[in-house]
């Protein structure tokens, strides 16, 4: 069967766009493929800077004949319906259609309209133009006097069609004056002279003699190989940097790698440093000394020709510049050394943090009073973490991080250590920014723990007053990555931190700085005054968010009341403990525990520690897998069931307890004292998170209310009767309720 | 190659200025006029009319030119080896862009002494905007052994509008150049005429205390309640311009007025450098000369270079 080869030929396309484009033109041109009945056996997509090509094998030759009956008007309707349907059908009278009778309908006219497939040279031709046109480029360019968009100007087009066995046929198309046609070029100076191409493999192997490894991947592999075994050579190892690989393979048709070196006077900078000059700004590789596990003064640089000189000059020329960066980023750390990170930290409230969030500055005291809030409660001191949290920013402020935003933090840890800070607080520099990815370090030093917590929780309360959630795909503020971040840290240290009063005084503090800003002479004392300006800080507030001007209280105090509900910092901390909840689902899921459970915990009043939630998650999760659970969750759902019905019925909620005098049955005696018992052992075993040993408590209530449901029923016809036993299957419900809320228990 | 007849003093690895008058020729040749650098202080060569206002419109327009350009923050009191306050960028503008332009630039690549088959030259990803302008671009900076040496950019937008033809930009860093074909470390060891011995003039003899003096100027001494007003006088006369050179579909006083806008531009460069100015207010300066911008690229549209009215 025939095989499809095409090839856009184009000015350099950015290395960062090269591996999706593959993918997207494999897709979209094997779909529209599909969609227009042409089955295909493979497709492979090839990608340089200068092609992106696509190769389909396995194509029929044409597309397959098509019949299709569509039924008409009946016999003997209107002239303009008949007319109607000979237009949609294409038939030239009416007599073309065949008659049908049908026992309901009687007679009506159906065509049968037979297409012939066309040939698929003429389906891709058609299909070409439009996947051009509509690609989709992150971002693409006109050029010249054209119209058309690419990523950068377009030049020419192969696309062939054909067997092994025959001389391929040149599927024919124009888009903006260019013609698909059989003709591409070679490496842009190695072999710059057009030659023609038949197939895939005839493609690749021309190619391949003029220069240019096609195969993306290929040329991974080999600038990998080539790098690895040239660090070896010298006695070292590569820095591997999938990142980096991922670019430079995305620069380069000929891949050729060279080593350098640099002055060892550089390697007193940190490695960090080095590595970020070398890689940012010159897309090279650094390479490691395994005797002292410490940076070489060498590096791989990836040319894109195999020069005259073997690459003499290449290597002089990097060097040269690497030279002059590393002089930079030297002059850089030198300067950052000579002041203080304390020093620094005035600067900070002349930047803004957000424009409705204020200065840096007023932030970063925020995060102090929070981490100070929080020390004591993750064991860390709290002058220490207040300090911490202090220095934890400065280094956004230094030469270093302004030239390497990736270096923020790490850069902090080198200067606190640099000044002889508490080594508490030179790491809190580094790592309150962690956890950042899923694979990311959760710190694990409690002063650490307290800045990032304070940081990410300053955060999301921040965004959240000033309701700037995430919504959908949008987070610009990577607000889920915050709670994430905090979820993280409280379980993986297993800390008990109820958040909800954590999430109040930042909201406070972030609500009341508004006001402070309106009110400067309230500023002093007002701790006395809190009480009674917390109606003023809301008005304040829903003010800004209702974006009403001061002096205008009159119609802000209509807004008020409707937005209040939302803004009072209380009801703030609800919403984004509800946002917790999500997360921490999405969290629990990934590792595989049930959604349904985390709901059911949440559910409760007032779950704000994280910890516990998932501890009782897992115990209710082990519980359920037992026989006992199961059966149990059954006698509950029976009990509310009835419930639901009967109170539905009566217009009436059956509260307990049941009265004693009117349990009759031994069953109902039973059982009632078994909830009394239960009840009582539940909530003190989940007073003392003794989860699992709440659940065995609860497990006793499955003989009685099974035994209850044999021999008891419930819709008695004596009312009393009848409501009392009720209220007893109500007990049931509350004494699950001090565990979860059996209702959200799926399956 | 370099050409052979060139006598050594003219030639462009030997001499500064041997490097710019052979740019100069090359795309005299390819038909360019070949300008004087505009006398105003600028950023960068972008900002010569001949390039942001003859961008616009549907005229077609070829042209080469060095530009002083001016980075007040690149200051370094003479101090690096390769960033200055002030350094000449060559400009090239083709409108429409041809669809020979890369190879174009690298002929010229060639005719100063950069040969290819020794070199990597490289074009990689670098998507320019010029947000004081309303301007952007997608295209490449060109790399030479790692070295960037010139941006590429394919105009997508001036002055807030759409350039159709798309006009196609090159601009050479002629002292990073010339230090990588003269093969010397420090911009200001370069030899400016060619000459050897006694009478060599580097670079350094040329513009090494300029760099120092204005680098004292532009960070410590320039007076800064003179350029906010200069600043604000600026802008209200750019104004003023464009509003008396207004005649109904034409406009009669597009480039006095976009002198104004370039002057407010470069203030502000300046009062940036000697940090007067906080990160909030940056954004609401930059906006300012974007509308100046976006006022005289509308103005430019309904000149008779610019397309908009009949001669
Ligand atoms: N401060 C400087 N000193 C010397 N050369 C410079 C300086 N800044 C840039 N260059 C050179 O000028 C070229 C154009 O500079 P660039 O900043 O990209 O210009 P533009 O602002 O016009 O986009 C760069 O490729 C570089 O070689
Ligand atoms: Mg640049």
């Known amino acids: 069967m025939p095989d499809l080869l095409l090839e856009l030929f184009s000015e350099e396309i950015p290395a960062r766009m090269q591996a999706q484009a593959a993918d997207a033109l494999r897709k979209l041109v094997t779909d529209a493929l599909v969609e227009r009945g042409l089955m295909y056996e493979g497709a492979k997509a090839f990608v340089t800077p200068r092609r992106l090509a696509l190769a389909v094998h396995g194509l029929p030759g044409r597309q397959a004949d098509s019949k299709e009956e569509r039924k008409g008007p009946r016999v003997g309707a209107p002239e303009a319906a008949i007319q109607g349907f000979l237009k949609s059908t294409g038939l030239a009278s009416i007599e073309q259609a065949e008659v049908v009778k049908d026992a309901k309908k009687g007679e009506f006219y159906v065509a049968l309209i037979e297409r012939p497939g066309k040939a698929t040279t003429e389906v891709i031709a058609d299909i070409m133009p439009d996947i051009i046109r509509t690609f989709p480029w992150p971002k693409s360019m006109r050029w010249g006097t054209g119209t058309m968009r690419w990523v950068r100007p377009l030049h020419s087009i192969v696309c062939t069609f054909g067997t092994d066995i025959e001389d391929p046929e040149v599927i024919r198309f124009e888009i903006e004056g260019i013609v698909s046609g059989d003709v591409t070029r070679g490496h842009r100076f190695l072999a710059p002279e057009a030659f023609p191409v038949r197939r895939l493999e005839d493609w690749l192997a021309k190619l391949e003699a003029a220069k240019v490894v096609a195969d993306r991947d290929r040329r991974k592999a080999i600038i990998l190989n080539d790098a690895k075994d040239l660090a070896l050579a010298n006695g070292l190892e590569l820095v591997e940097d999938e990142g980096l690989l991922e670019e430079v393979c995305g620069l380069v048709e000929w891949p050729v790698t060279l080593m350098g070196s640099f002055e060892e006077r550089f390697l007193d900078i940190p490695d960090e440093v080095i590595r970020a000059t070398i890689r940012a700004n010159q897309k090279c590789f650094v390479l490691r000394d395994p005797r002292t596990g410490r940076l070489a003064n060498r590096f791989i640089l990836v040319s894109n020709i195999a020069a005259t000189d073997g690459g003499k000059a290449i290597v002089a020329g990097n060097e040269r510049v690497i030279r002059a960066r590393l002089s930079d980023a030297k002059f850089f750390w030198d300067t950052d050394r000579r002041t203080p990170m304390a020093d620094r930290l005035g600067k900070f409230d002349n930047i803004t943090f957000h424009e409705k969030l204020g200065a840096q500055g007023a932030r970063i005291g925020r995060i102090v009073t929070l981490a100070q809030e929080i020390a004591p409660l993750v064991g860390a001191d709290a002058a220490l973490a207040g300090e911490a949290a202090r220095l934890a920013k400065a280094d956004l402020l230094t030469e270093v991080v302004g030239e390497f935003p990736e270096l923020q933090g790490l850069m902090g840890r080198y200067y606190a250590q640099h000044e002889n800070l508490p080594p508490e607080v030179a790491a809190a520099s580094e790592e309150h920014y962690k956890p950042q990815g899923p694979s990311d370090r959760v710190p694990s030093a409690p002063v650490s723990i307290a800045v990032a917590l304070a940081d990410k929780i300053d955060t999301l309360v921040g965004f959240w007053a000033i309701d700037e959630k995430p919504t959908g795909s949008k987070d610009p503020y990577a607000l889920r990555r915050a709670a994430l971040g905090v979820i993280r840290i409280i379980l993986d240290n297993e800390l008990r931190l109820p958040l909800r009063p954590l999430l109040v005084s930042a909201a406070r503090q972030i609500l009341g700085e508004e006001h402070y800003e309106h009110n400067p002479h309230d500023a002093l004392g007002v701790e006395s005054f809190a009480d009674r300006l917390v109606g003023e800080i809301i008005k304040g507030l829903t003010r800004r968010l209702a974006h009403v001007p001061r002096g205008e209280e009159s119609t802000a105090a209509a807004g008020a009341e409707r937005i209040e509900g939302a803004t009072l910092s209380g009801d703030l901390a609800a919403d984004l403990l509800s946002f917790f909840a999500d997360r921490l689902k999405v969290h629990l899921r990934e590792r595989g525990a049930r959604h349904d459970l985390v709901d059911a915990v949440f559910a409760l009043e007032g779950q704000d520690d994280l910890l516990l939630v998932v501890r009782r998650v897992e115990a209710l999760a082990d519980f359920l897998g037992t026989e006992d659970g199961r059966t149990l969750l059954a006698g509950y759902r029976r009990a509310v069931n009835i419930l639901r019905i009967e109170e539905k019925k009566d217009g009436v909620a059956y509260k307990g307890p049941a009265e004693a005098k009117l349990l009759k049955e031994a069953a109902e005696e039973h059982l009632a004292a078994a909830i009394e018992t239960v009840k009582h052992q539940v909530s003190e075993e989940v007073k003392h998170e003794h989860f699992a040993a709440a659940m065995g408590a609860l497990s006793h209530l499955r003989g009685p209310v099974d035994a209850f449901f044999d021999a008891v029923i419930v819709n008695a016809p004596e009312a009393p009767l009848r409501a009392n036993r009720l209220k007893l299957l109500d007990e049931i419900r509350s004494a699950t309720r001090g565990i979860a809320d059996f209702d959200r228990i799926e399956g | ?250 406009h009669l006083m597009a480039q006095p007025a976009y002198d104004q806008c370039i002057k407010a531009s470069h203030v502000f460069n300046l009062l940036d450098a000697r940090g007067v100015i906080s990160v909030t207010e940056r954004q609401s300066y930059i906006l300012r000369v974007r509308e100046l911008a976006k006022a005289c690229g509308a103005a430019w549209l309904k000149t008779e270079a610019g397309g908009g009215a009949a001669a």
């Open chain 2, 1 to 250: 190659m370099i050409d052979p007849a060139l006598l050594p003093h003219m030639r462009p690895d030997r001499s500064f200025q041997g490097l710019l008058l052979t740019l100069q020729t090359f795309w005299a040749n390819q038909g360019c006029v070949v300008l004087q650098p505009y006398d105003m202080e600028v950023g960068a060569g972008t900002f010569h009319p001949a390039t942001t206002l003859r961008a616009l419109g549907p005229k077609h327009w070829k042209a080469a030119y060095a530009q002083p350009s001016r980075r007040p923050k690149d200051g370094r009191y003479g101090e690096n080896p390769n960033r200055l306050q002030h350094y000449y960028q060559f400009q090239v503008i083709l409108k429409p862009s041809p669809a020979n332009l890369q190879d174009l630039y690298l002929q010229s690549l060639d005719a100063i002494g950069i040969d290819t088959k020794l070199h990597d030259v490289r074009f990689v990803e670098d998507d320019w905007e010029s947000p004081t302008l309303g301007a952007w671009g997608l295209g490449w900076e060109c790399w030479c052994d790692g070295m960037e040496v010139s941006q590429f950019t394919y105009f997508q937008q001036v002055a807030g509008f759409e350039c159709a033809p798309v006009a196609g930009e090159l601009t050479y860093g002629l002292e990073r150049l010339a230090m990588y074909v003269q093969g010397v470390e420090n911009v200001y060891d370069l030899n400016f005429n060619g000459r050897e011995g006694a009478e060599k003039v580097t670079y350094g003899d040329v513009f090494l205390q300029a760099e120092k003096e204005y680098s004292r100027h532009n960070f410590e001494h320039a007076d800064t309640d003179m350029l906010l007003e200069q600043f604000r006088m600026a802008e209200a006369a750019c104004a003023k311009y464009l509003a008396a050179g207004e005649d109904g579909e034409r």
